[in-house]
Each structure stands twice: as C-alpha cells, then as structure tokens.
C-alpha cells in the first residue's frame, strides 16, 4: 500500500492518546505504516508535577516518542490530535507546527492527506472552530484535507461532526467511537493511497 502515517497528538490527562490509539489501531488494520508521536511539553515540569492527574497522564505516555521535522518527511499522510483551547488547538501543537517552517519552506508538507480530530470539556467547546483553523493551515502547507464529512452512518451517531471526531472529555469511548475514528482513519489511508 506505500501508506506511511504519521499521528501527531497532543494530550493533557489522555483523551487525544486515547483518540490517537484508536487510529493507530484502525490505520494499522487498514494496511497503513503508522508512527504514534506526541508533541514536545511546554509546560514547566513543575506545574505538572502539580496536578495529579496531568502527571499521572504524562507517566503513562512517557514511552511515545516525541515528534520530529523527520516524522514528517518520513510519513506521506498526517493525523493530527488535540485538545481545544479557546476555540483553537492547544499551544502545545502550535508550537510543534510552529518548528516545521523550513521544513515547509522545501515543499516537505505539500500534496500529503492531512486530517484532523479534537475534543473539548463540553459539546459547544470550540471543537469545529479547532479543526476549521487548523484546515487553515493545512491549506497554507499545501497539504489535501481529507476530512470524514458526512460519509459513514458512524458521524452521526457520535455527534455529526464533519470535520473530524471531537470527543467531550470525560465521556466514554463506545463502540460508536471507535467506529468513527476508524471510519476517518479509513477514508485518510485511502486517500493517501491514490495519492502515492
């Protein structure tokens, strides 16, 4: 298949982990390679050594390799993950796209399939606003948006997002879940495919 996947994530206290293990599982099943990278922690160790639940979290993800330029030379189709804050993604993966200028700069991130997933502490959190801004500069790297749009009964059971999954924090991952993420993974890899 010559699909190389990378699924970039960010997570605080394991929701997008979760939504990016699920992929990884979908993506590997649909014959993908797959690289599961977290991006760099900006936040002082201290201050997460004080929240219980953000340093247990970080223990528990500490084997994931953290992302890199070369992750992203390497893989020819992209899945992005992470939290909304404020109607945007979460620093932490801006600051990571933010190290990929020269890279871009070479034409590294154009014409590869690129899509997104998100969740929010509520269900009117700024998840759509999150994945459009992102599309956002999805189009600025010249990169193809493949989002999962209205094209598996599974969107609509988990909310009708077209954009791409958004999950409420703390709700639980269904079968439902798994079904939708699979279903934008699946679309993702198929993608990809014609286009490599």
């Known amino acids: 298949m010559n699909v190389k996947l990378a699924i970039i994530y960010y997570s605080t206290y394991g929701t997008n982990y979760q939504m990016a293990s699920i992929a990884k599982e979908a993506a590997l099943a649909a014959g993908a390679e797959v690289r599961l990278v977290k991006t760099p922690e900006t936040v002082a160790q201290e201050v997460i050594d004080r929240q219980e639940a953000w340093k247990a979290q970080a223990e528990k993800m500490a084997h994931i390799p953290v992302a890199t330029v070369e992750d992203m030379d390497w893989a020819n189709c992209y899945l992005i993950s ?22 871009w700069a070479k034409g590294g991130l154009a014409n590869k399939a690129v899509s997104a997933m998100t969740s929010a502490q509520n269900t009117h959190g700024g998840q759509e606003a999150t994945l459009l801004s992102f599309y956002t500069t999805t189009m600025h790297w010249g990169g193809i948006i493949v989002a999962p749009g209205y094209t598996d009964e599974s969107i609509f059971k988990v909310g009708g997002n077209p954009y791409g999954y958004s999950h409420t ?20 890899v198929d993608v990809a495919g014609k286009l490599v």
């Open 169 to 188: 924090q703390g709700a639980e991952f269904t079968d439902d879940t798994r079904a939708a993420i699979g279903h934008q993974v699946r679309r993702l």
């Open 82 to 103: 992470a939290p909304t804050r404020f109607g945007v993604m979460a620093s932490q993966m801006r600051a990571f796209i933010d190290t990929l200028g020269g890279f």
